[in-house]
């Protein structure tokens, strides 16, 4: 299957033949966006986007401080984030740490010996930053994952620009994704998933931006004129500084999480696969084939080499506190699982680990290169610890919001992040009857009319992409599957629906793309287009209705206990 139908190659038809070069990109969601928008004032262009980043950034920074209280995994995040920032790599801290950080009190409460991180660290020093700006207290370790989670929106306006040819349609994209609640919640928690999103979606742009250039630079190269047998230039496309930017961002994504792997290599098959699209609408022939050779290779070391290399750069704090934790950890921690066995009524019989003891921890302290060296592969060995601890440590365990990720796309089991319970009427500004109370809590949920709506779309971009070899829904489908399929294989541990926040982008972009088709062309009847945009009008409103329902489960406020259970649709919710 073609990876697109439609082809950018100016002047040239998929056969080679040569047609005029469009002037102008095509109708909103209807045609080829490898081109850029219409020309259109830059204030537009620019100031829309921003004007709705704006409002996300207001909404995320609203009350970023309630709860007073370390909410879910904050409480790891944000201590690992101070002791990065003051001593350089993560401390281990003292029984009842918690309360006294609330209490003020940052001093006298860290260890001296390194604590095990089973995360890379990029997160926690974006959460470092804020506690350095506004202190150790819940604004400061949230205010980074606020201004992440606004730039994300920003990104999502921008990249539906560029695949709609529309301000308005990358608008809506923007305004889908600030109004999502998985996507508002994690933008007000100090968790290191919406960073992982911003980097990914950003990662996402530069491929996009990347076949644009490929295809302009291809044109340029051979003037416009077929490509008569060979492998095309090769040359002038060896240098692709989109893809070189996308190295760093992806670099920087597995450096907060090593689940951007999957997307990572998904989105490198598709470069490779649009690369040679574009080569074979300029007349070169078997060129898949062709292009793994001369833009396959250049395009692994853009992308992975660049990513590798910035990866271990983001394990600086690490390296150069190396001896460290080769003192602390070289001899503590498991080497892999034995007797491993199925999970029997939440037990398994895995309860013996092999431990050992790190070869550099023994060795003499080397000096100069050799130090790097030595210290690199303490960081290896690092590794292998904290693989082990996420295949194997974890398995048989439960937890209370443990969700399957086969239902996530279904909002099958939300996070309870956390709750103020029990509030009697007359406290607090409680206004219920007698003999009920009131309560407080922040519920991770997405916004169900868009989950349920993108599901929907997601269905009608992998008929678009089959029917039509459209390669923008191929990139929706492809982004949806690569940050959610991977999950299917951990369900024997707990997995918590917020993961699928790096999924959100993709059923967003659905979306955007079903709703760009629904509209359809301005050259169509008026009925079409009347009918379009009613449509797509109500799921908007929709969408707002939904996410104003459910605003006071997303931001801590208070409601009684009637409202509250009003908001829980399903008993798993609760």
């Known amino acids: 299957m073609p990876c697109d139908r439609d082809v950018e190659f100016p002047g040239v038809t998929t056969g080679g033949t040569l047609t005029a070069p469009r002037p102008t990109p095509p109708p909103p969601g ?18 829309a986007p921003l004007g709705v980043t704006l409002l996300a950034l207001v909404m995320r920074l609203w009350d970023l401080g309630s709860p007073r209280s370390f909410a879910f995994d904050e409480t790891y995040y944000a ?12 401390r281990g801290y003292v029984d009842g740490a918690d309360e006294q950080v609330l209490d003020g009190t940052t001093t006298g409460i860290w260890t001296d010996d390194p604590s095990m991180i089973v995360h890379p660290e990029v997160g926690k020093w974006l959460i470092a ?5 506004f202190g150790m207290d819940p604004f400061g370790w949230r205010v980074s994952a606020a201004v992440a989670g606004a730039l994300m929106v920003l990104v999502m306006c921008r990249l539906a620009r560029r695949l709609t040819g529309s301000t308005l349609l990358g608008c809506v994209a923007g305004l889908l994704l600030m109004l999502d609640g998985v996507h508002l919640v994690l933008s007000r928690l100090g968790l290191l998933d919406i960073f992982l999103a911003l980097f990914l979606l950003c990662g996402v742009a530069c491929v996009v931006n990347d076949r644009a250039w490929f295809r302009a630079r291809l044109a340029r190269a051979t003037g416009g004129v077929p490509v008569r047998g060979g492998w095309g230039p090769v040359r002038a496309l060896l240098w692709r500084p989109w893809l070189l930017t996308g190295g760093v961002v992806w670099g920087l994504a597995l450096g907060t999480k090593w689940t ?6 998904a989105f490198g098959v598709l470069v490779w696969l649009w690369s040679a699209g574009a080569r074979r609408s300029a007349g070169v022939r078997r060129a898949r084939l062709r292009s793994a050779v001369v833009d396959g290779l250049p395009a692994f070391v853009h992308l992975v080499g660049v990513a590798a290399v910035v990866y271990v750069a983001t394990w600086g704090g690490w390296l150069a506190n190396a001896a460290e934790y080769e003192e602390a950890l070289s001899s503590t921690q498991y080497t892999r699982f034995v007797a491993e066995g199925p999970c029997v009524d939440g037990e398994t019989d895995n309860e013996e680990a092999e431990t050992g003891s790190w070869p550099t921890a023994s060795e003499p302290d080397a000096s100069g290169p050799g130090e790097l060296v030595q210290s ?5 060995y690092y590794h292998q610890d904290v693989y082990t601890f996420h295949a194997h440590y974890l398995n048989c365990s439960t937890h209370t919001y443990a969700s399957d990720p086969l239902g996530w796309p279904l909002l099958n089991r939300p996070v309870g992040i956390s709750a103020d319970t029990d509030i009697p009427p007359g406290t607090d500004g409680c206004t219920a009857p007698a003999g009920s109370d009131c309560l407080r809590q922040v519920l991770l949920i997405g916004t169900p009319v868009i989950w349920w709506g993108g599901v929907l779309a997601l269905l009608g971009a992998v008929a678009l992409w089959w029917g039509r070899r459209d390669w923008r829904a191929q990139l929706a489908v492809v982004g949806a599957l690569a940050t959610w399929l991977p999950w299917l294989q951990y369900d024997d541990r707990p997995i918590f629906f917020f993961y699928a926040v790096a999924m959100l982008p993709f059923l967003v972009l659905a979306i955007v793309l079903c709703l760009g088709r629904l509209i359809g062309p301005p050259g169509a009847s008026a009925r079409r287009r009347t009918v379009g945009v009613v449509v797509a009008g109500s799921f908007l409103v929709l969408v707002v209705l939904n996410a104003a329902w459910f605003w006071p ?10 409202e509250w259970i009003d908001r829980m649709w399903f008993a798993r919710w609760i």
């Open 30 to 47: 209807t045609g080829s966006p490898a081109t850029p928008p219409r020309r259109e004032s830059r204030w537009i262009g620019w100031g």
């Open 553 to 562: 489960l997303w931001t801590d406020q208070l409601l009684t206990r009637g």
């Open 260 to 265: 951007a792997a999957f997307p990572l290599a």
């Open 129 to 133: 930053l804020g506690e350095k700006a």
């Open 79 to 90: 201590k690992d984030a101070w002791s990065m920032l003051n001593h350089g790599y993560v």
């Open 376 to 380: 690199l592969r303490s960081l290896w």
